[in-house]
């Protein structure tokens, strides 16, 4: 199993910025593939970005730019740098870890945290 817990989700104003983390741990050589989700209430989760064990970076159109996400084999953590955020971007954040290399919906991901809450105030 592994464990996966997030942090630094919190309330900011439109234009500001946060970074999320999310610690593993437990059986972390099972995984290849980390990514970051968010879901509003009563809204499918949404694919923010993803970074597998080579450090390619993936990111949709609606973040592109705005977000990094980076990543420490040592530490097993992965984080999520969160600029110049909109009202839009408001959600619970959610980290997830995957054995596959391209791991494409959520259902290829084995492992979630309980997330962490990103409210941004316009």
């Known amino acids: 199993q592994v464990q996966l817990v997030e942090s630094g989700g919190g309330l900011v104003q439109t234009g500001g910025s946060l970074r999320l983390s999310c610690a593993a741990s437990?059986?972390?050589?099972?995984?290849?593939?980390m990514a970051w989700y968010r879901q509003v209430s009563g809204q499918g989760r949404e694919f923010v970005a993803r970074?597998?064990?080579?450090?390619?970076?993936y990111y949709p159109n609606s973040v592109k730019g705005r977000f990094t996400i980076s990543r420490d084999n040592v530490k097993n953590t992965v984080y999520l740098e969160t600029d110049s955020l909109k009202p839009e971007d408001t959600a619970t954040y959610y980290c997830?870890?995957?054995?596959?290399?391209?791991?494409?919906?959520?259902?290829?991901?084995?492992?979630w945290g309980q997330g962490t809450q990103v409210t941004v105030s316009s």
């Open positions: 437990g059986s972390v050589s099972r995984i290849d593939a």
């Open positions: 970074i597998d064990r080579k450090n390619y970076a």
């Open positions: 997830a870890a995957s054995p596959f290399i391209d791991p494409q919906t959520v259902d290829d991901y084995d492992f």
